[in-house]
């Protein structure tokens, strides 16, 4: 019950980082114009680079506060948590934000890292306790704590900590804006693009929420559940990916209307890009499920280490 909590505590915070997430990505997109260097159209708008840095505060705040943690948190567990935040960044921030605009082929990558890769290493970095402890106090008593006391917030949380619930949400949304439609008006409309963004990247943390637990949260789902789960969402992003990699003609029309900043055609972009969304795609689930093994193993062991006789 107390972790529930905590995790109650936290969907405010994550919300709001959420929802501030998409206001620059709504701003600030230059392009790349004919001529001009794709590796140094950077989007300068500082607010995604604020938040990130915000978040790393209130984590190493939060650390700096525990004084007696009864599950510290390890070198690693830091280092993923920085290693997600960076690749946020990277996402977000560098050249790969503006030649997303021009290439499909690096909006996968782009989607890759705020969806797959990303949410799993900020999480595999224990952040639970620690940003909750680095918030200040009026975010948790006026902000956090009213919300975890809210019913409607409680049955929202167990909705979407509902296995069947969170995969349906990773791969629907992935599914939805692929669509030739959506992924298109993406391309001509910033608030959508952001909007696109920010339901990938809160589709990931929903779905390795679930997948992924350190302490002091264990998830419903048994550890043989989530390996099934990682196995079976392979089968769709495979098929997924397969249809835009072998299709003949030009299924995201967006990107005829806008400077190719490599010489290369937009055929042959769409295909490196169903690739990019096929193979790290897969590759992505199976690592995360060896993942899940080991903790499964940590976990079977340290609990036949506690039955047997001092």
Known sequence: ?????????????????????AVPAAHAHGGIDAGQNPFTAWNWNPL?????????????????????????????????????????FIALQSPLDNLSEHMLSFHQLQHFLLRMLAPMLVLLGAPLTP?????????????????????????TYEK???????????MGVLYLW???????????????????????????????W????????????????????????VLPNTLLGAVITFTKTIIYTGYLDVTQP??????????????????PGDMMSILVAGIVMIMWYEREEAANNAKQPV
């Open 1 to 21: 019950m107390r972790v529930g909590r905590k995790i109650l505590l936290a969907l405010p915070a994550l919300a709001l980082l959420q929802l501030l997430w």
């Open 48 to 88: 995604p680079t604020l938040l990130i840095l915000i978040a790393a505060y209130v984590y190493l705040n939060g650390l700096s506060n525990w004084e007696r943690p009864s599950h510290p948190i390890s070198r690693w567990q830091k280092a993923s948590f920085f290693t997600g935040l960076f690749l946020i």
């Open 131 to 155: 940003m909750l402890r680095g918030l200040p106090s009026w975010a948790l008593q006026g902000i956090v704590r009213p919300t975890v006391r809210n019913p409607l917030a409680r049955a």
């Open 160 to 170: 979407l900590t509902n296995p069947v619930v969170s995969v349906g949400i990773f």
């Open 178 to 208: 692929q669509l030739p439609g959506g992924f298109n008006l993406a391309l001509r409309n910033e608030f959508i693009h952001a909007l696109m963004h920010m339901t990938m990247m809160s589709s990931g943390f929903i779905f390795y």
């Open 210 to 233: 679930a997948v992924i637990d350190p302490k002091p949260r264990h998830s419903r789902i048994h550890y043989g559940v989530r390996v099934l789960y990682l196995g079976l969402i």
């Open 262 to 279: 490599f010489d290369m055609s937009v055929l042959t972009d769409q295909q490196i890009g169903g690739l990019v969304l096929w193979v």
